[in-house]
């Protein structure tokens, strides 16, 4: 706990502890005697700690994973390991199903029983969370917490804020000036499985079969500065810190306060002093000469930079998206029929959606052959007509676009494992949108997969691909491509590049984006749809490419549909690839 409680201070000092002792200032840190504060001298001086480094020769690091597991002990962890050779999580799991824990001393077959539930309990709590589900968990709180007592406002913070793609623990502030209350209602909330701990401006509490969820308290009008520490990035606030040093000011949590002349921050009693607080964001950055830099680019990756220069970007919004080009029907693998997803996307009031239901090799997802796909072709253009009847009509859900609703007919084409097309060029000629992906034949070498990605792009008729790197977040790695040659193949071609908005996937992820913008190529945001809810992924999509400093200029579905259209390869507007495509355009049941 005292290390911890070190921990603490050190993260929160408005001052470089590390320069400080190095500079022969070592800081007073609440909460450090001089036991940890002569171990923070060696660390900052030589970055070992010779106590640290003896420890890890006498207890097998591989232990301090035991400890983790609710209800055992470092004793308990001891014995098991001495006694029964146990070294790691899997060991002590095989022992305990193997009733050997039970043979120990004041060990039985309850404590058998309490491992296992432990161990399970271990693995639910140390996955990182994908956005939907950690949005879920936010949102549970967040509603329960709504009308406490004095509460002005609740922003989530943290990473979740900033949108990183997998969540750790959540961070919640909450605007009030009747803090026991509000701290006493997350406490006592039923979705709370423990509470870690409880203090006069801090909650921590494990949320049942979820994170660790942490409320700090804002005071009412001074939210500004709390919100920039919280929201973070580590390595973004400790960016701004340094830009207010060489003002004399030092920057924390609670606020601006002046440097005195030895570099530390004045005490409230000294005449001198002087504290700074804000009550928005905007107003922290803008008293240190910088533009309100969104969350979503905090990370110190030149946006500190850009916001002293005024040449920060114009993000894409939601709102900025006209059509989704990447959605499935129960044709194939989705769960509703084609009308519903186009009603529903039309209902959000989206202008267009296309409909790319998977290629026949896809078998396990029933993918389609050309006979269907002349069906569904038909069945677009009834439904199109039927669109545009009550549209004339006036007959619009509420929330529509007033300028009526299009259902492009598309495919999700498979790029086979020898680098063939799913389908030949006379068939793909009749789609209004050819998305390409990759599924099958994963572990091909890197040149093998590169080839098929090359046959696709160079296609006339291929106009995006999907999900790119193939990844899915925390089950499958990225695609092994030669990344640098594949963006620039797509800006060559004309191939626009999917940001995927599935929080299993959020593929192309950000840096991957941003570098393929710096290559000339351009997006689309996309939600893959399966079934309605997942529309919402256009929310992550729109997030992943805000990350990747993406405009709207950059996003080609922020154009209306013949817009959209016009971007394409074979349209007027296209930017690259192919000219012509085998007399498709005008052909496709959605045009």
Not at 142 to 148: G, K
Not at 169 to 193: F, Q, S
Not at 206 to 229: C, F, N, T
């Amino acid at each position: 706990m005292a290390y911890r409680r070190a921990a603490d201070a050190i993260a929160h000092s408005p001052e470089p502890v590390a320069e400080a002792f190095r500079a022969g200032q070592p800081p007073t840190l609440p909460g450090v005697g001089k036991a940890i504060r002569d171990k923070l001298a060696e660390l900052a001086e030589t970055g070992h700690l010779r106590f640290h480094d003896r420890l890890r020769t006498e207890v097998p690091p591989e232990l301090l994973a035991l400890v983790q597991i609710p209800g055992l002990g470092p004793r308990s962890v001891r014995e098991l390991h001495e006694r029964l050779g146990i070294l790691t999580i899997e060991d002590l799991e095989r022992a305990a199903r193997a009733g050997r824990v039970r043979e120990l001393k004041g060990m039985g077959p309850g404590t058998e029983q309490r491992i296992l539930e432990g161990i399970e309990a271990l693995g639910r709590r140390s996955g990182r969370l994908r956005l939907g589900q950690a949005a879920e968990h936010l949102g549970q709180v967040v509603e329960a917490l709504r009308d406490a007592p004095g509460l002005q406002s609740l922003v989530p913070a943290g990473s979740f804020r900033r949108r990183r793609e997998t969540i750790g623990d959540l961070d919640l502030l909450a605007e009030t000036d009747r803090p026991k209350e509000v701290i006493a209602r997350l406490v006592g909330l039923p979705g709370v499985a423990r509470v870690i701990g409880q203090g006069a401006h801090k909650a921590s509490v494990e949320l049942r079969d979820g994170p660790q969820l942490d409320l700090m308290i804002m005071p009412p009008g001074k939210a500004g500065s709390y919100l920039v520490h919280f929201t973070g990035s580590a390595e973004h606030n400790v960016h701004l810190r340094g830009l207010a040093r060489d003002r004399g000011w030092s920057l924390s949590e609670h606020g601006f306060v002046r440097l005195g002349d030895d570099g530390r921050p004045l005490a409230a009693s000294d005449a001198a002093a002087d504290l700074r607080t804000f009550e928005t964001e905007a107003e922290v950055y803008r008293f240190l000469d910088l533009d309100l830099m969104p969350p979503e680019l905090r990370e110190d990756q030149g946006e500190i930079e850009a916001a002293a220069e005024g040449r920060l970007p114009q993000l894409v919004e939601l709102a900025d998206l006209r059509g989704d080009s990447h959605c499935h029907s129960d044709w194939s693998d989705g769960r509703y029929p084609p009308e519903r997803m186009a009603e529903e996307a039309r209902r959000r009031g989206l202008s267009w959606l296309v409909l790319t239901d998977h290629s026949q090799s896809l078998a396990i997802a029933r993918g389609l052959t050309p006979d269907r796909v002349e069906l569904q072709h038909r069945l677009i253009g009834q439904l199109n007509e039927r669109f545009a009847r009550e549209t004339a009509a006036g007959q619009l859900h509420q929330g529509a676009a007033a300028d009526g609703f299009r259902l492009l007919h598309g495919c999700e084409m498979e790029i086979r494992a020898d680098a063939r097309l799913d389908y030949p060029d006379e068939l793909l000629a009749r789609f209004d949108v050819v998305v390409a992906s990759l599924h099958v034949g994963r572990r091909q070498p890197r040149a093998q997969l590169m080839a098929r990605y090359r046959a696709a792009m160079e296609s006339p008729h291929v106009d995006v691909i999907a999900h790119p790197s193939g990844r899915k977040l925390g089950e499958r790695d990225e695609l092994d491509l030669d990344w640098d040659a594949f963006y620039a193949l797509a800006a060559e071609t004309g191939t626009l590049l999917e940001i995927n908005g599935s929080d299993e996937r959020l593929d192309l992820e950000p840096r991957r984006a941003r570098r393929a913008k710096e290559a000339g190529c351009r997006f689309t945001i996309d939600s893959d749809a399966h079934f309605v809810g997942e529309f919402d992924n256009l929310v992550w999509g729109t997030a992943m490419a805000r990350r990747a400093w993406l405009e709207a200029s950059d996003v080609m579905n922020t154009r209306d549909c013949d817009g959209f259209l016009g971007a394409l390869k074979g349209g007027l507007g296209g930017l690259g690839g192919r000219a012509g495509r085998g007399g498709r355009v005008g052909r496709g049941a959605g045009r």
